[in-house]
C-alpha cells in the first residue's frame, strides 16, 4: 500500500495499483450486499405467489450470516492497536465499527420480522405504489392480493448503507454510503398500505430534506478537502494538529466542521434539524418506523462519533461548543413539544429526539467513557424502539383496520390487553431511564462520561429534561392501566408469531441490559490506561485511523 | 486574482440554492434547487483539486454526479407518484401531515 | 507548498489575467443565472437557467484542469439529468406557474435573514484566505500518464468500495422507479382476436363516430352531429361525458346560431361550461 503520510502538494498521490482487498473482513458487506442483488434477481425469475417466502428467507438468511461472520472478526481482530483497514484505509474494521454492524443487524432482522408480518394476505405495504390511492386500479390489485416484494432487497440495500456509514474511513465512501442507506429509505416510506396519502407526503418530506442536508454535507467536506487536501480521516485529524494545507485556512476547518455536522446531525434528528422527523415517523409503514428509529440512528450515531472523533479527533476545542447549544436546544425543545403530542408515533419521534439528545452529551465528553455510553445507550435504545413501535403495529382502528395513533383512543388498554400494554409499559419505562431498564444503564453511562469530562451543566438540562420526559410515558401508562376504556376502544390484533418475536426481544433485551449491563458496557472499549489523551484531543486507541 | 475565488462563487451559488429550497413551493423546483447546491459543492471540489495538485477533488466530483443521477431518479420518481395522486406538485398542497 | 517540483510551473497552474477575466464575466453570469432559477415563476425558465449555470459550470471545471468532468458535467448532467428534469416538468404540466405568494408570513424576509446569516460569515471567512498559486495537477498528470488514467486509478482502485457501493446506489434507483411508476397487470391481457370477437358479436361493429369538427372548433370535447342536427351521444369519450354532462348536447355557441340548437339544448350554460372545462384542460396542455 501506498503511504499516506507524504504530503500531497509535493508528491500527488497516483494509484496504479489494485487494492489487496481482504475479502474476510468484506464478508459482512458482501454478503448483505449479495442478498439485495439476489433479491432483484428473485424479482425476475420467480412466480409471484413463491415470491415474498424467497425473499424472506433469503433475506433473514443473509442478515443472520452477516451477523455471523461480523461477531467472527470481533475475535480475529488484532490484540496491537484498534483495529485494520481495507482498501487502501477506505474502509476500517475496528471494535465501535463492528459493535454498530452488529447492533444494526440484528436490529434490521428484527425489523425484518416486522417488515414481513402479513396478516390474512395484508402487509403494512400497499398492494401496488403505482395505482392511484382510492382507485379501481387499487381495488382490483388488492383483491388480487398483489404485494411489493421489492421492500426485501431495498431493505438489504438499507443496511448495506448503514454497515458501511459505520466502517467508513474518509468523507467520500461515508458520502456513498449516506445516499446509499438513503435513498430506499426514502422509497420505503412512500409505501404503506393505508393512510397512502400521509405516507407519500412522508416520503416526499423526507426525500427533499434528506437531499438538502446532504448537500450541506457534501459542502462542508468540500471545505474540510480544501482545508487538509485530502478527505481521508487520519489525514484530516493530522492536519487539524499539524495545520492544513493553505495558510490561514482555519475558516475552512470550521465552516467544514459546521457543515458535516449539519449533515450528520440531521440524520441523527436533533434540534433544530428535527422537523422532518415527527412527519416522516408518521406518515412511514410502522415496520419501516422501527428500522429508521433503530437502525438509522445507530448508523448515523456511528458515522457523527467516527467523524467527531477521528477526523475532528484533535479539534474538539472547534466542535464541542456547537454540540453544546444543540445538545440542549435538543433535550429542552423536543421534551417540551414532546408533551404536548397526541399520537402514538409522534410521540415515539420526539422522544427519539430527545434521546439523540442524550446521546449527544456523551459525544461531547470527547473521551472513551462518552464513546462507550453512547454505543451502549444506542444498542439499548434501539432494542427498546423497535420493540415500542411492534406493539404500536398491533392497536387498530375498530372499523378499517388503520393503526389506532391517537392516545385517547389506548385509555384502558391494561385492562382489555394487559400483556401487550405492560410490554409498551415496560418499553416505556425504559425511555423514561427508570432503574432495572436498559434506559436507566444507557442514561447513567453517558451522563457519567460527560460530568467526567466536565460537562455538568448539560448533564443538569439532561436530567430535568429526563424529567419532563418521564412525566408523560408515565402519563401514558397511567392512562393505560387506570383509565375507564374509551369509546372508540380500539381493536388489538393478537401477536403473530413474527411481531410476537419482536415484542419478546425488545422485552428481553430491555432486562437483560438494564439486569446485567457488565458484560456489554465493560468491553465495548480498550482498558482505560491506553485511552489517555491530552487535552482537547480524542484518545488515540478508540478508533482505528 | 486568487484561487480562492472560486471556492467564493461556490459559496454564493450554494446560498442561492438553499434559499430556493426554502422559499419555493414547486416540489421539482425544490428539488433542482438541491441540484444547483450539489454543483456549487463540485465547483469547489474541482477547484481545491488544483490547488492542492491531487486528483481527489475530481473524483470526488465525479462521484457526486453520479449519485445525483440516482437522487434524481428516486426523487422525480416520488414526485410524479404524488402528482399522480393529487394533480399537483405544489410542497403547499402535501401538507396533511401538519398538525 | 513552496517546493513545487519544476514540471508543475507548467502555464496551465497558474492563475493568468484571462482567466481571471473569465472568471469574472462567467461568474457573474452563473450567479444571475442561479438566481433565475430560484426566481423563475415558471418551472421550463428555471430549467434552463439550470442549464446555463451547468454550461458555465463546465467551463470552470475546464480552466480548472479538470476536461473529464467538463465533459460528463455537459453529457451527463446537463444532458441526461436536467433532461430528466424537463421530462417529468412536461408530464406534470409546464405551465403549471407556481405562486410567488407567501403562504407563511414573514418566511421571505426569515429566509433572507438566515441566509445572509450563513452567507455573509462564510464568505467573508473564505475571502479572507490566501491561497496563492495553486500547485496544478500537472505533476500528477505527467506521472499518470494523462489525467484520465490518474481519476480511473482513483475511482477503481483507491475508491474500490465506493465505487462498488454506487452499483447498489444505482439498483436502489432502478428498483425505486419500477415500484414507484410500474404497474403490475391484475387481469390477462386481451388478445386482438378477442378483441375483434367481441367487437363483431357487440352491437357496434363499425368504428364510433368521431367528435365534431367544426370550422373553430376540432376538439375530442366537441360532440359530431348527426344528419338531423341532433347530436351524436357516442361521439364523444364517456370519461369526458362523465366529466361535463353538458357536453352529450352541447355545440360550441358560435355554431348553434347557424345549424339550429339542438332539441333540448341550454345554450347559454352550455356554452360557459364549455369555457370552463376548456381552461381547465388548458392549464395540463397549453
Known amino acids: 500500500m501506498i503511504p499516506l503520510s507524504l504530503s500531497e502538494a509535493q508528491t500527488p498521490t497516483v494509484t496504479t495499483q489494485a487494492p489487496d482487498l481482504d475479502y474476510g473482513l468484506l464478508s459482512p458487506l458482501l454478503v448483505v450486499f449479495a442478498v439485495g442483488v439476489l433479491g432483484v434477481l428473485v424479482e425476475a425469475f ?109 431493505v438489504m440495500f438499507a443496511v448495506l448503507g448503514m454497515q458501511l456509514f459505520t466502517a467508513a474511513n474518509d468523507f467520500l465512501t461515508m458520502f456513498i454510503a449516506l445516499e446509499v442507506m438513503s435513498l430506499p429509505l426514502y422509497l420505503l416510506c412512500g409505501l404503506a398500505r393505508r393512510r397512502r396519502l400521509f405516507s407519500q407526503e412522508a416520503a416526499l418530506k423526507y426525500f427533499i430534506l434528506g437531499a438538502f442536508s446532504s448537500a450541506f454535507f457534501l459542502f462542508g467536506i468540500a471545505m474540510v478537502y480544501g482545508y487538509a487536501g485530502s478527505v481521508n480521516f487520519a489525514d484530516i485529524n493530522r492536519a487539524g494538529s499539524e495545520g492544513g494545507l493553505i495558510e490561514g485556512g482555519g475558516p475552512l476547518l470550521l465552516a467544514g466542521i459546521a457543515l458535516v455536522g449539519v449533515g450528520l446531525l440531521f440524520k441523527v434528528g436533533t434540534v433544530p434539524f428535527h422537523n422532518w422527523k415527527p412527519d416522516v415517523y408518521q406518515g412511514a409503514p410502522t415496520p419501516v418506523t422501527a428500522l429508521m428509529a433503530s437502525g438509522t440512528l445507530v448508523a448515523a450515531f456511528g458515522a457523527l462519533l467516527r467523524v467527531f472523533y477521528v477526523a475532528f479527533g484533535a479539534s474538539v476545542e472547534q466542535w464541542r461548543p456547537m454540540l453544546w447549544v444543540v445538545a440542549i436546544l435538543t433535550m429542552v425543545v423536543a421534551a417540551v413539544i414532546a408533551v404536548t403530542q397526541r399520537d402514538i408515533k409522534r410521540l415515539l419521534a420526539y422522544s427519539s429526539v430527545v434521546h439523540a439528545g442524550f446521546i449527544l452529551t456523551a459525544v461531547v465528553a470527547a473521551s472513551a467513557d462518552g464513546l462507550a455510553g453512547a454505543m451502549f445507550y444506542l444498542a439499548a435504545y434501539g432494542f427498546t424502539t423497535v420493540g415500542a413501535f411492534a406493539v404500536v403495529t398491533l392497536v387498530r382502528n375498530p372499523e378499517g383496520g388503520a393503526e389506532a395513533g391517537d392516545l385517547t383512543q389506548w385509555a384502558g388498554l391494561g385492562r382489555t390487553s394487559p400483556l401487550l400494554a405492560a410490554s409498551l409499559g415496560l418499553f416505556l419505562l425504559a425511555f423514561a431511564g427508570i432503574p432495572l431498564t436498559s434506559g436507566f444503564i444507557g442514561k447513567f453511562a453517558v451522563f457519567e462520561a460527560a460530568v467526567a469530562a466536565g460537562a455538568t451543566p448539560l448533564v443538569v438540562v439532561g436530567v430535568l429534561s429526563s424529567a419532563v420526559t418521564a412525566f408523560f410515558y408515565v402519563r401514558i401508562i397511567v392512562l393505560m392501566f387506570f383509565a375507564e376504556p374509551a369509546e372508540n376502544a380500539p381493536r388489538v390484533l393478537r401477536p403473530g408469531a413474527l411481531t410476537g418475536t419482536v415484542v419478546g426481544v425488545g422485552v428481553a433485551a430491555t432486562l437483560l441490559l438494564g439486569v446485567f449491563p457488565g458484560p456489554v458496557l465493560d468491553n465495548l472499549v480498550p482498558q482505560p490506561e491506553e485511552t489517555t489523551a491530552a487535552e482537547g484531543t480524542v484518545p488515540e486507541a478508540l478508533f482505528m485511523r | 486574482m486568487d484561487p480562492m475565488n472560486y471556492i467564493v462563487l461556490a459559496a454564493i451559488v450554494f446560498t442561492i440554492g438553499a434559499v430556493g429550497v426554502l422559499v419555493r413551493r414547486n416540489a421539482i423546483i425544490v428539488f433542482m434547487c438541491v441540484e444547483l447546491m450539489l454543483n456549487a459543492c463540485n465547483l469547489a471540489f474541482v477547484a481545491f483539486s488544483r490547488m492542492h495538485g491531487g486528483i481527489e477533488g475530481q473524483v470526488i466530483a465525479f462521484f457526486v454526479m453520479v449519485v445525483a443521477a440516482a437522487e434524481v431518479v428516486v426523487g422525480l420518481a416520488i414526485i410524479m407518484q404524488i402528482f399522480r395522486t393529487r394533480r399537483s406538485a405544489s410542497i403547499d398542497d402535501a401538507n396533511l401531515l401538519k398538525n | 507548498m513552496n517546493t513545487v517540483p519544476l514540471q508543475t510551473t507548467a502555464v496551465s497552474a497558474a492563475v493568468g489575467g484571462g482567466e481571471a477575466a473569465t472568471f469574472y464575466v462567467l461568474g457573474t453570469l452563473v450567479v444571475l443565472a442561479a438566481l433565475g432559477v430560484v426566481f423563475s415563476r415558471k418551472a421550463v425558465y428555471s430549467a434552463l437557467m439550470m442549464a446555463v449555470v451547468m454550461i458555465g459550470l463546465a467551463v470552470f471545471y475546464g480552466i480548472n484542469q479538470a476536461p473529464f468532468l467538463m465533459v460528463v458535467q455537459i453529457v451527463v448532467y446537463t444532458g441526461a439529468v436536467l433532461m430528466l428534469f424537463l421530462f417529468v416538468l412536461m408530464l406534470v404540466g409546464v405551465s403549471s406557474s407556481d405562486s410567488l405568494v407567501e403562504t407563511i408570513r414573514g418566511h421571505r424576509l426569515l429566509t433572507a435573514v438566515i441566509a445572509l446569516c450563513f452567507l455573509v460569515p462564510l464568505v467573508s471567512g473564505l475571502a479572507a484566505i490566501t491561497a496563492g498559486e495553486p500547485v496544478g495537477l500537472s505533476a500528477g498528470v505527467a506521472a499518470a500518464g494523462g489525467s484520465i488514467p490518474w481519476i480511473a486509478g482513483e475511482i477503481i482502485y483507491r475508491y474500490v468500495i465506493a465505487f462498488e457501493a454506487t452499483g447498489a446506489l444505482l439498483i436502489t434507483a432502478v428498483l425505486g422507479a419500477l415500484v414507484l411508476a410500474h404497474s403490475a397487470r391484475t387481469k390477462k391481457k386481451r388478445t386482438q382476436r378477442q378483441m375483434s ?17 367544426y370550422a373553430r372548433h376540432n376538439a375530442i370535447d366537441m360532440p359530431a352531429l348527426l344528419p338531423d342536427g341532433s347530436v351524436s351521444q357516442l361521439s364523444i369519450n364517456p370519461v369526458l361525458a362523465a366529466r361535463n ?42
Do not use: M
Not at chain 1, 417466502?53 to 433473514?60: G, R, S, Y
Not at chain 1, 481495507?86 to 454492524?101: K, Y
Not at chain 3, 370477437?197 to 368521431?210: A, E, F, K, N, S
Open chain 3, 197 to 213: 370477437q367481441d367487437r363483431i358479436r357487440g352491437d357496434h361493429p363499425t368504428p364510433l363516430p368521431g367528435p365534431g369538427t
Open chain 3, 245 to 286: 354532462p353538458e357536453l352529450q348536447h352541447g355545440v360550441p355557441e358560435d355554431l348553434s346560431y347557424s345549424i339550429g340548437a339542438a332539441p333540448d339544448e341550454k345554450p347559454d350554460t352550455a356554452a360557459s361550461d364549455n369555457d370552463g372545462q376548456r381552461e381547465d384542460e388548458g392549464s395540463w396542455t397549453r
Open chain 1, 46 to 154: 420467480v412466480s409471484p405467489q413463491r415470491r415474498r417466502i424467497t425473499q424472506l428467507v433469503l433475506a433473514l438468511l443473509g442478515i443472520g450470516a452477516a451477523f455471523v461472520l461480523t461477531v467472527v472478526q470481533v475475535g480475529a481482530l488484532p490484540a496491537e492497536g484498534a483495529g485494520l483497514t481495507v482498501a487502501f484505509a477506505t474502509l476500517v474494521v475496528d471494535r465501535p465499527a463492528l459493535f454498530f454492524q452488529g447492533v444494526i443487524l440484528v436490529l434490521a432482522l428484527v425489523s425484518l420480522l416486522l417488515i414481513a408480518e402479513d396478516r390474512d394476505g395484508e402487509g403494512a405495504f400497499t398492494a401496488q405504489a403505482a395505482a392511484v390511492p382510492g382507485s379501481e386500479e387499487e381495488r382490483a390489485h388488492i383483491l388480487a392480493g398483489t404485494r411489493h416484494t421489492e421492500v426485501y432487497p431495498l
